[in-house]
């Protein structure tokens, strides 16, 4: 076949490839990945820089020595010592951390921070395609025994507690008639009732997607999320919207008078809507309506989440709806929920009644 050449066309080599395409490649991975990734990724490769620039006294370079590695773990997980919990940071390199922003607070990080800064820092080395010292063996073995010991020690963070039906009623018992009320209220329901929406999932959530079916109940269509992040289109991605929940949603729409875009808005001063909400709003109303509703307990947006689960097992919801519903790919994470509840009312925890 003889193909035409294109003289004002540089032909390109095979085996590499130019700026312009390494900036398109690059361009492309960034886009495809969520902001709130984006983010972790950005504040991770800071906080690598600074403490590698304190403790070595020079600036960080690819690749990493496994040895590098190994001393942030040991700088950062605490281990028990004939005195208590010890970390090997010295308190003038955590205190210069802390007050340069590049730390939250002084002390041992949470171990599942401490995993996230191997894991960016492991992701960095791949993307330059260089040794990885996150695959030494000695680094994999520090790790898999640091968790161990705070496994022994009870540290593991817990799941945040559910908000399964009766504890949801209370919080939309708080919402009132105003503005800000209806938005919670349909918030709530909408995150709660479509399957357990994440707090992204929700405040990304727009108008357009959301489609009216009969005279009492809508349908929502979920194109991207954390489990389809390709945004393929499959029949579970249209979530129902109905019952309490669709009045809710119904009344916030009539109320805000939203026609187009973001459904969940910042409210402002004199009723006037602002910006999208972000994700740690959702945190913030599910903490600030437990406050109100006189509900103890580590609740969080993704209490709304593992609520809807939870309960759709207290209630032999069968797996399949709820897995359709909520999005999960994995069977035995949905099944954590499902037998953490219910295992209460199990007939083989009655045997001697």
């Known amino acids: 076949m003889r193909l035409p050449a294109l003289q004002k066309i540089p032909a390109l080599q095979p085996t590499e490839l130019s700026d312009v395409t390494q900036r398109a490649v690059n361009d492309l991975l960034r886009e495809g990945e969520s902001q709130n990734t984006q983010a972790s990724y950005r504040s991770a490769l800071r906080y690598w820089s600074a403490w590698y620039g304190i403790r070595y006294g020079q600036q960080v370079q690819l690749p990493l020595p496994a040895a590098c590695v190994m ?15 010890a970390s090997e940071l ?33 992701k960095a080395h791949q993307m330059r395609e260089v040794k990885n010292p996150c695959q030494d063996p000695k680094v994999r073995e520090l790790l898999s025994r640091t968790r161990k010991a705070y496994a022994k020690r009870g540290a593991l963070p817990r799941k945040k507690q559910a908000l399964t039906k009766d504890p949801l009623q209370a919080l939309l018992n708080t919402c ?42 809508y349908l929502y269509t979920l194109n991207h999320s ?10 579970e991605n249209h979530k129902p919207v109905t019952g309490i929940a669709a009045v809710a949603m119904k009344e916030w729409l009539e109320a805000s ?73 994995s069977v035995a994470t949905v099944l954590g929920y499902f037998r953490s509840e219910s295992s209460l009312s199990s007939a083989a925890t009655q045997l001697l009644d």
């Open 257 to 329: 008078r939203i026609t187009s875009g973001s459904i969940f808005r910042r409210i402002r001063k004199g009723g006037h809507l602002g910006e999208p909400l972000s994700p740690a709003a959702v945190r913030d109303i599910v903490k600030s309506r437990c406050a109100l509703a006189g509900i103890e307990g580590d609740f969080s947006a993704h209490s709304l989440r593992s609520g809807f689960v939870t309960e759709a097992g207290r209630q032999h919801i069968p797996l399949a709806e709820t897995m359709a519903m909520t999005g999960h790919h």
């Open 90 to 122: 010295p308190a003038d390199i955590d205190l210069a951390l802390v007050q340069a922003g590049y730390k939250g607070k002084l002390g041992a990080m949470a171990h599942s921070t401490l995993v996230h800064r191997i894991a960016v820092l492991s």
């Open 226 to 235: 954390k489990t389809n992040q390709a945004g393929i289109d499959q029949p």
């Open 71 to 85: 001393q942030f773990i040991v700088d950062h997980a605490e281990r028990s010592t004939d005195k208590g919990l």
């Open 176 to 217: 009132d008639a105003s503005l800000k009320g209806a938005r919670d209220r349909a918030l709530l329901l909408f995150a709660w009732a479509s399957g357990g929406r994440r707090r992204s999932e929700v405040t990304q959530a727009q108008l357009e997607s959301l489609r009216a079916v009969g005279a009492d109940g």
